[in-house]
T-cell receptor
Framework: DAGVTQSPTHLIKTRGQQVTLRCSPK?????VSWYQQALGQGPQFIFQ???????QRGNFPDRFSGHQFPNYSSELNVNALLLGDSALYLC?????????????FGSGTRLTVV | DAKTTQPNSMESNEEEPVHLPCNHS???????IHWYRQLPSQGPEYVIH???SNVNNRMASLAIAEDRKSSTLILHRATLRDAAVYYC?????????????????FGKGTLLTVNP
């Protein structure tokens, strides 16, 4: 049973460019969340998608946007990249069952902005 | 979000038990206690969760204080593969309006070092 799959694994972009990261959730999961993890810090919540709609959003600017497709996969888009956007971007999937269930995380996409 | 407090780091020897503490004095009645760990170069991995009673699974045990203001993750026999950052997280049991799950709010966690 495949877990959460993220692509690409590594990416180097230039300041000002745009980037799209992709996530396939664990089989049977319907909710996808995205997190940003800076070096030495815990992951920070960006947003969560359920039923193809953004349901929750963390403290991130509008440059960060996303999408969920009918097959539950998801994309994270970041426009006008800044050097500070360099981080590990994690995708997590879950059943929409409230707090009595764990999230499954992917291994992340390492984004470097130069 | 309800906050948790964990030591920055802990050290253990291989094959010995490890007790990782977490304080959550502002926990509400609808908060589950979740533990995740993150091995180097990987995403966080779910370890265990509980509400009021102690919980056991193949990875670890979770001991929850009677007043729920603290909890302890117990690794019964640490191995080198258990070296990771361990996160204690409070997560509401319910759903948000609109039908989505509550997010996970991570702190800095506890860096566990296991010595051979």
């Amino acid at each position: 049973d495949a877990g959460v799959t993220q692509s690409p694994t590594h990416l180097i972009k230039t300041r000002g460019q745009q980037v799209t990261l992709r996530c396939s959730p664990k089989s049977g999961h319907d909710t996808v969340s995205w997190y940003q993890q800076a070096l030495g810090q815990g992951p920070q919540f960006i947003f969560q998608y359920y039923e193809e709609e953004e349901r929750q959003r963390g403290n991130f600017p509008d440059r960060f946007s996303g999408h969920q497709f009918p097959n539950y996969s998801s994309e994270l888009n970041v426009n006008a990249l800044l050097l500070g956007d360099s981080a590990l971007y994690l995708c997590a999937s879950s059943f929409n069952t409230g707090g009595n269930y764990g999230y499954t995380f992917g291994s992340g996409t390492r984004l470097t902005v130069v | 979000d309800a906050k948790t407090t964990q030591p920055n780091s802990m050290e253990s020897n291989e094959e010995e038990p490890v007790h990782l503490p977490c304080n959550h004095s502002t926990i509400s009645g609808t908060d589950y206690i979740h533990w995740y760990r993150q091995l180097p170069s990987q995403g966080p991995e779910y370890v265990i969760h509980g509400l009021t009673s102690n919980v056991n699974n193949r990875m670890a045990s979770l001991a929850i204080a009677e007043d729920r203001k603290s909890s302890t993750l117990i690794l019964h026999r640490a191995t080198l593969r258990d070296a990771a950052v361990y996160y204690c997280i409070l997560r509401d049991v319910g759903w948000l309006s609109g039908g989505s799950n509550y997010k996970l709010t991570f702190g800095k966690g506890t860096l566990l070092t296991v010595n051979p």
